[in-house]
Structure formats: structure tokens, C-alpha cells
């Protein structure tokens, strides 16, 4: 006979919930640890929370999703949070770690856990910023949920997938039990992404109005956004003499040293250095003296930027182009998921994140394979003074030569990997990378090694982007003396959500033969 707890009722109470309401049951029975966990915690409603991408981790590049439960008698920072996330062993190689969550090699399970952990987690360590949906439930859809959730979290495990059964999918299906109305939501797509999630309870009004959590560093980026040139020079001087000394009487700037110092802290592994010690506490003994209210840090672009805004993950394209002489029509299909051009908002600003981009063009007697991307990773960011991030980019896949005369054998594969830096100047941002590539072609295409410098120019006005950029290749590690030379400029216009109109100008020239070519292009991209 089983005791209270372990009941069928009390191990599956969604179950029997639902049941109960179709069938003749018999009566409920007191679940005691269920019951006390109700009455004690007390969760009044439900948020859909988003984690922002994390490039450095392949698991975490389309952003992560998890639901939390606020109650009035915890603290925030002890909301509890549930979290679906695959076990991987810590044994596991590279290409396990792919092909795993390829073939559903991985378990996938719930956990519980703190709010304040997860903050820590994603907005401190990862550099994360999340956003909060409120979820519109009514009280008995809220309810079901929570008991539906129970179950999960003690009594369930599942086949995890990258592409579909991983945490977006997993939450489309809990909100199909549970929802009225949204049961289609258990029929997955080919592949589920959390921002695809976000954008599907958007538009079944299931969602509230987003409250921003910056990361860390970001919160120290905002408030020295906000300050006067004045106070940035007070911030700056005071971090950087040393030892670190509070060079200002301005409250606002102490706060933004603060916010500054807590950075710092969380980097070296919650320690404050000994040179900013002194300066910490000046700092926090001026803002006390203060009766200043304290600076909010707000999204400079919420009402653009917030996720349930963000374009879908497939794209198409139809376009025109002139390359050299002639004249050819293109078209394309994009599997995932944004490139620099695309509307930003959802997605790091200046990130690429493409994987299975199939570019094909025809002339009306021949078509040839444009470009073929297996996959194209970009992060262009400016060099904060008080934390420099870098910018890079790694691209693995097939390009055209477009020199040769014949485009249906003049393919090269190219693996290219950058690494530089860039700056912000009034609203554009400037940068500089040293390339290597690495292409492997054929007869017509020779294989060669080059390197390299890179610059360029980008500028986001919101419904409306452009990038400019040019680089120098030399030939290395082989004896075909080639350089060359080569620019692109390409502007984007959002017509709407879903439909960006796109125009690319490529112009490149080697230099020992002064041999030119370019390829001019106008192009539809339709994202759905």
C-alpha cells in the first residue's frame, strides 16, 4: 500500500486533475508534501523568461527560455525557476556533444532553482540580459500548470534534441496541456527556437509587456551611456589612477563606480582587487550622503529591441544582380537564422548567427551555386575602456569565384576565422580585424592560403542598417604571389516584421594582374 505521497494522485496531480473532469474518480486524497508547498510558497502568477544568446556556447546560441513563479511571501531573489536542460556527461567530446543532441543521445529533464542562481548564472557569469514576460493564465490554467509542472520536475525524463525537443519545445508542449484554446501548440515545427516561443505567445496574447534584466556588464555599459562627458571623465579618472581613487563629488558617477565595482568583483571570482578597495568605499560613503534617488537603468530601445519583435528564423530571397557583364537573377533559402543585415531586435546587436544558407544564381541558361554557408558566426563589439570585448568571426562554407567566366565549377571552399576590435563613435561603430582564410577550389580556383587586414563602418538606425567594409588578402604558405583587394557596401531597409528590401554592391580587384570584378545586387528577404 502506498504511503500519502507516493499515490498515484500525489505523483501525478495533473493527471488525475484532468481526469476528474471527464471521468468518475475516486475522491481526492491529502497530498502532504504537494499541499504544504502550495500553502507555504504560494506562486501567484507565471513568467516566461528569455535569456539573451550566448555565442561562446553552442547550446546557448539561439538563447535560452525557462519559466519562473513569483509569490509575495518569498523574496525575488528566492522565486523559484524551472528549467529544462539536457545531462550531458562531462566526458563527453565535441563531436559527441553534437551528434548526441543531433540523435537524442542526451536526457532531458526539469530542475528547480532559485531566481537569484539563475541571475547569477546567465546575467553575471554569461554576460546574459534576460527578459520577463508575465504570462496571461487565468487561476485554473495557472494551477494545472503548476501541478503539471510538479510531475516534470519529480517524475519525468525525455529524449533531448537540439532542434526541436530542446527547452523551446518542451514549453510549446507544457502550454498546450495546459492552456485553453492553444492545444495545437503540441504539434512541433522542424525546429524550435526560444525566440520562436516568445514570438508564438505573442501573438496568441499570451504575454504581457517585458521587464528588461541586464547582465552585468551591461548595466555598467547603461549608466556610463547616461553619463555627461563631464562625469565619464570623473569614472574614467577614478578607476584608472592608481591606486583607484575617487577623483569626484558627483553621486551619479559614484553609483556608476559601484555598478562598475560589482563588475569587477563577479570577474575575479568575488573578490575585489586591493587597488579598488579604497575606492569602494569612498564611493559607497559619498552615494549615502546623497539624497539623489538612485539612476534606473532602462533599455535605451525597448520598445524596438525586446524579443517578441524579432524577425522569424527562416528566410528567402529573390533578387538581381549584375556580375560583371551579365546579368542573373538569385534566389536563396536561409534554415537559421540572422545575419549583420537583419533587423536587430531579439538578437545581439552587430552578430551573425547563419547555419544552412543556400545562395544559388541563374543567367537563364546555366545555375550555380552562389554561396553555400554550413555555418557563419560574427560578433562585432566595441572596446569598452572599463571591460574590452573583442570581435571575431568564424565562416565555414562554399563562395564563387567571381572572375572565372564559367560560375558552374568556379566554387572555392573557404574557411575564414578574424579576430579584432572596434569602437563606437556617435551612434556608428568602427572596426578593425586580422583575418585568415584558408581556400581549398579546383583547377579553375586554385587552392591558397591568405591573411590580412579588415575595416569597416556600421550604422543602425532601426528600420534601416548599413555596412561598409573592405580588406587586404596576401597569398601565404604557397607560390602564387596573389593579392588582392576587396570592398562590400550593403544597406537594408525593413519594410515590415517579416520583409527587408537589401542592396549589395561587391567589388574586388587582384592586384599583380589587375584583373577587376564586382557583382552588384537587389534582393527581397522574406522571413517566416
Known amino acids: ?39 507555504s510558497y504560494a506562486p501567484k502568477q507565471m513568467d516566461l523568461v528569455y535569456a539573451s544568446q550566448y555565442i561562446s556556447n553552442p547550446a546557448s546560441v539561439f538563447g535560452h527560455i525557462f519559466l519562473s513563479t513569483p509569490s509575495d511571501r518569498q ?9 529544462f536542460a539536457a545531462g550531458i556527461p562531462k566526458e563527453t567530446s565535441g563531436f559527441g556533444y553534437i551528434w548526441g543532441g543531433l540523435t537524442g543521445w542526451f536526457y532531458g529533464d526539469f530542475s528547480i532553482m532559485p531566481y537569484y ?35 516534470l520536475v519529480h517524475r519525468a525524463k525525455f529524449e533531448y534534441y537540439f532542434m526541436d525537443e530542446n527547452c523551446a519545445g518542451v514549453l510549446l ?22 525566440l520562436a516561443v516568445i514570438q508564438t505567445m505573442y501573438k496568441l496574447d499570451r504575454l504581457d509587456s517585458p521587464k528588461w534584466v541586464a547582465s552585468r556588464f ?103 544582380s549584375i556580375l560583371n557583364s551579365d546579368q542573373v537573377f538569385d534566389f536563396s533559402f536561409r534554415f537559421a537564422m540572422h545575419d549583420m543585415l537583419d533587423p536587430e531586435a531579439g ?3 552587430n552578430s551573425t548567427l547563419e547555419t544552412m544558407d543556400l545562395q544559388l544564381s541563374t543567367n537563364g541558361k546555366d545555375l550555380w551555386l552562389k554561396k553555400l554557408t554550413l555555418f557563419n558566426m560574427e560578433n562585432i563589439q566595441p572596446v569598452w575602456l572599463f571591460a574590452p570585448q573583442f570581435s571575431w568571426r568564424a565562416f565555414l562554407g562554399w563562395q ?29 561603430t568602427f572596426y578593425i580585424l586580422a583575418d585568415i582564410v584558408a581556400n581549398i577550389g579546383s583547377e579553375m580556383t586554385p587552392s591558397h592560403y591568405e591573411t590580412g587586414p579588415e575595416i569597416g563602418w556600421i550604422y ?65 528577404r522574406y522571413y517566416f
Not at 9 to 34: D, E, G
Not at 174 to 194: I, V, Y
Open 218 to 320: 551591461n548595466r555598467v555599459k547603461t549608466q556610463v551611456a547616461q553619463l555627461t562627458s563631464k562625469q565619464e571623465s570623473a569614472f574614467y579618472k577614478s578607476i584608472y589612477s592608481h591606486p583607484a581613487k575617487l577623483s569626484t563629488t558627483d553621486p551619479t558617477v559614484a553609483e556608476a563606480i559601484i555598478e562598475y565595482l560589482s563588475f569587477v568583483t563577479h570577474e575575479n571570482h568575488g573578490k575585489l582587487p586591493k587597488p579598488f578597495q579604497d575606492l569602494e568605499k569612498s564611493s559607497y560613503l559619498l552615494r549615502a550622503k546623497s539624497n539623489q534617488p538612485a539612476l534606473e537603468i532602462n533599455h535605451p530601445n525597448i520598445e524596438t529591441a525586446s524579443p517578441e519583435k524579432s524577425h522569424p528564423p527562416f528566410a528567402a530571397t529573390l533578387g538581381y
Open 400 to 428: 564563387e569565384d567571381i572572375f572565372t567566366k564559367s560560375h558552374l565549377f568556379d566554387n572555392y571552399f573557404s574557411a575564414e576565422l578574424a579576430y579584432g576590435g572596434g569602437a563606437d563613435f556617435g551612434g556608428s
Open 173 to 194: 508542449r507544457l502550454f498546450a496541456a495546459n492552456l485553453n484554446g492553444n492545444e495545437d501548440l503540441s504539434d512541433l515545427p522542424l525546429t524550435s527556437s526560444p
Open 1 to 39: 500500500i502506498p504511503t500519502t505521497d507516493d499515490h498515484p494522485q500525489c505523483l501525478f496531480p495533473a493527471r488525475y486533475h484532468l481526469l476528474k473532469q471527464h471521468f468518475q474518480l475516486q475522491p481526492p486524497i491529502q497530498c502532504k508534501r504537494l499541499n504544504n508547498w502550495t500553502k
Open 347 to 349: 538578437f545581439i546587436a
Open 117 to 151: 542562481q539563475r541571475l547569477y548564472q546567465y546575467g553575471n557569469i554569461e554576460n546574459r540580459d534576460l527578459w520577463v514576460f508575465p504570462l496571461k493564465l487565468s487561476d485554473s490554467e495557472l494551477q494545472q500548470m503548476l501541478r503539471h509542472l510538479w510531475e
Open 460 to 524: 543602425s538606425a532601426g528600420w534601416w542598417k548599413s555596412l561598409i567594409k573592405a580588406r587586404y588578402l596576401k597569398s601565404v604558405l604557397d607560390d602564387l604571389e596573389k593579392d588582392r583587394f576587396e570592398t562590400r557596401a550593403s544597406f537594408r531597409i525593413q519594410l515590415n516584421k517579416n520583409l527587408s528590401w537589401i542592396q549589395e554592391y561587391h567589388w574586388t580587384q587582384i592586384n599583380h594582374l589587375n584583373q577587376q570584378a564586382h557583382r552588384l545586387n537587389t534582393q527581397l
Open 75 to 83: 523574496t525575488e531573489s528566492l522565486w523559484q525557476t524551472y528549467n
